[in-house]
T-cell receptor, first 112, second 112 residues
Framework: DTAVSQTPKYLVTQMGNDKSIKCEQNLGHDTMYWYKQDSKKFLKIMFSYNNKELIINETVPNRFSPKSPDKAHLNLHINSLELGDSAVYFC???????????FGSGTRLTVV | KQEVTQIPAALSVPEGENLVLNCSFTDSAIYNLQWFRQDPGKGLTSLLLIQSSQREQTSGRLNASLDKSSGRSTLYIAASQPGDSATYLCAGKETSGSRLTFGEGTQLTVNP
């Protein structure tokens, strides 16, 4: 299946831990994104990569570090997790910078 | 900075009714606008993408329009069905390289 795949789907962890969320797309898209959906269901951009190059870096804590080893992958590493990091994190991709987006199914992160 | 607003926040209709969901954006120099559907606990499914040069797009029972001069987009759903129940999100892009800015969504319930 052609899709944007995120792992894990659910992640429960303790405060202070470091965790990673992986994202892969097999659509041949050039651009990938990370979005955060908070408890009020509002979606907000975190990062955007085009051809492995960071092009959007919103005001997120530097505990969040994206890594794009190639065009098909954009992973999100989070250090020293805090309670406020609990949210659903969505990966997305688009063919080019101006194209429509395809979203993954999300990773529900719960920090306890 | 683009801001996107959706009205109403929630809508409940009987099955078979035609309905309109509204989306407003602040910057008329919009590059494109995309409508998504999100089912509870799921990811986002792209419904329609309208480029700035287009006035509307249609897919099955869905029709989305774009009026840049008034800063509005509407999503028309014909002959609504219980399976249409979901949260509908609109999102606008200012330029090809900018972020996709989301509205807060309209939660639609279609009652059998």
């Amino acid at each position: 299946d052609t899709a944007v795949s995120q792992t894990p789907k659910y992640l429960v962890t303790q405060m202070g831990n470091d965790k990673s969320i992986k994202c892969e797309q097999n659509l041949g898209h050039d651009t990938m994104y990370w979005y955060k959906q908070d408890s009020k269901k509002f979606l907000k951009i975190m990062f955007s990569y085009n051809n492995k190059e960071l092009i959007i870096n919103e005001t997120v804590p530097n505990r969040f570090s994206p890594k794009s080893p190639d065009k098909a992958h954009l992973n999100l590493h989070i250090n020293s997790l805090e309670l406020g990091d609990s949210a659903v994190y969505f990966c997305a991709s688009s063919l080019t910078l101006g194209s429509g987006y395809t979203f993954g199914s999300g990773t529900r992160l719960t920090v306890v | 900075k683009q801001e996107v607003t959706q009205i109403p926040a929630a809508l409940s209709v009987p099955e078979g009714e035609n309905l309109v969901l509204n989306c407003s954006f602040t910057d008329s120099a919009i590059y494109n606008l995309q409508w998504f559907r999100q089912d509870p606990g799921k990811g986002l499914t792209s419904l329609l993408l309208i480029q700035s040069s287009q006035r509307e797009q249609t897919s099955g029972r869905l029709n989305a329009s774009l009026d840049k001069s008034s800063g509005r987009s509407t999503l028309y759903i014909a002959a609504s069905q219980p399976g249409d129940s979901a949260t509908y999100l609109c999102a606008g892009k200012e330029t090809s390289g900018s972020r996709l800015t989301f509205g807060e969504g309209t939660q639609l319930t279609v009652n059998p």
